[in-house]
């Protein structure tokens, strides 16, 4: 059985800084491009971090120079260090993990993150 679990949301004020986690199982880790999406209240859901098995990372202009997106392959591990975050960031992060297969595509059930003073 596949499970991503985030943890690291919470609340935070303009500025500030937290890190998010989210462990995978059931999947083979390395295999994976795993990225970082987000979902605001009457918003798409957007793409804010991706670091392929390649290694290499991608990020939209909204969070680049602000986000980093790290993986932990031993662990099964991926991570997100959001720093100088913004009200605007405030959304529901959600991990996905993107396997080389179509059918295998994961999600996580959600971490809040709320920027606010």
């Known amino acids: 059985q596949v499970q991503l679990v985030e943890s690291g949301g919470g609340f935070v004020q303009p500025g500030g800084s937290l890190r998010l986690s989210c462990a995978a199982s059931?999947?083979?880790?390395?295999?994976?491009?795993m990225k970082w999406y987000r979902q605001a209240p009457g918003k798409q859901r957007e793409l804010v971090a991706r670091?392929?098995?390649?290694?290499?990372?991608n990020y939209p202009d909204s969070v680049k120079g602000r986000f980093t997106i790290s993986r932990d392959n031993a662990n099964y591990t991926v991570y997100l260090q959001m720093n100088n975050l913004k009200p605007e960031d405030t959304a529901v992060y959600l991990c996905n993990a993107d396997g080389p297969n179509k059918a295998q595509n994961y999600w996580g059930q959600g971490t809040q993150v709320t920027v606010s003073s």
């Open positions: 670091r392929l098995r390649d290694g290499s990372t």
């Open positions: 059931g999947i083979r880790f390395s295999k994976y491009d």
